[in-house]
């Protein structure tokens, strides 16, 4: 489970991992329940029978429609020059549920996430039991290119020399949190209706108003849709903070 703590690392620094997904034919280890801990299944929304490697990609990239994540799903044609029928295996699962979610995983990434390929590779050599495949210049550059390009737009070159006060930069931390999380958002048309209508309701209501839920629930989402749906009107001013959208504010104490 390392994989998810360098994640949480990631988003910590930097919001949105820079994710690199490569699937081929096999599903990935399927942890049973005993041997996911509690705050693990609780923390990255575990289900049974989700592969480790499907998970991480949940949490990098597919949840929140990462726009820094690029996969890149391999053809399988290069096993149907393999003679040896031990090694093509290797390469493929065997189990008709790794198959069913791999090929459901798949499908999920093609419809929600744009920037999903398809790479092609060739069978270069076998020996000593290995495989070693070549043909991947095409797509070596597309993973370049799509890194520098999300480099770039994340740090214009036009702003390399310009300095931002802490100010400054915090609140473009924030807004960039608000314009991603508001983008996951699915269904709670009711929610919604009644946090808009307190809002537009505010000087008839003389109490706060509080949105709770369990860790996962999607509170993060549903302020931050608020936020910046609010933000788009001249009535008033909109002032928000999300915990946890920088660094050094992880925690309301600081």
Not at 36 to 61: C, F, H
Not at 214 to 242: C, E, R, V, W
């Amino acid at each position: 489970m390392a994989c998810l703590s360098e994640l949480d690392r990631c988003r910590e620094e930097n919001t949105l991992p820079y994710f690199l997904g490569m699937i081929s034919e096999r599903y990935g280890w399927v942890p049973s329940e005993d041997e996911v801990p509690s705050d693990v299944q609780s923390r990255y929304k575990w289900m049974s029978g989700l592969s480790v490697t499907s998970l991480e990609i949940m949490v990098g990239a597919y949840w929140d429609v990462n726009p820094n994540a690029i996969f890149f799903l391999r053809n399988p044609n290069f096993l149907s020059s393999l003679d040896d029928e031990s090694l093509v295996k290797s390469f493929v699962d065997n189990e008709a549920d790794s198959k069913d979610s791999l090929t459901h995983l798949k499908d999920k990434l093609k419809a929600n996430h744009s920037q999903v390929h398809e790479y092609l590779v060739e069978v270069d050599k076998v020996e000593n039991g290995g495989l070693q495949l070549s043909g991947l210049e095409k797509f070596g550059s597309q993973v370049l290119d799509h890194m520098k390009a999300r480099l770039s737009y994340q740090y214009p070159a036009d702003n390399i020399h310009l300095s931002q006060s802490q100010a400054e930069i915090l609140k473009a931390e924030h807004e960039a949190y608000m314009e991603q999380r508001s983008k996951i958002l699915l269904g709670r048309d009711e929610i919604i209706e009644q946090l808009t209508s307190y809002v537009h309701d505010i000087q008839d209501v003389a109490h706060p108003i509080v949105l709770a839920g369990q860790p996962g629930a999607g509170k993060s989402a549903i302020m931050a849709y608020i936020a910046n749906l609010m933000d788009d009107y001249d009535d008033f001013k909109t002032f928000y903070h999300f915990v946890g959208a920088t660094l050094p504010q992880q925690s309301c104490h600081r």
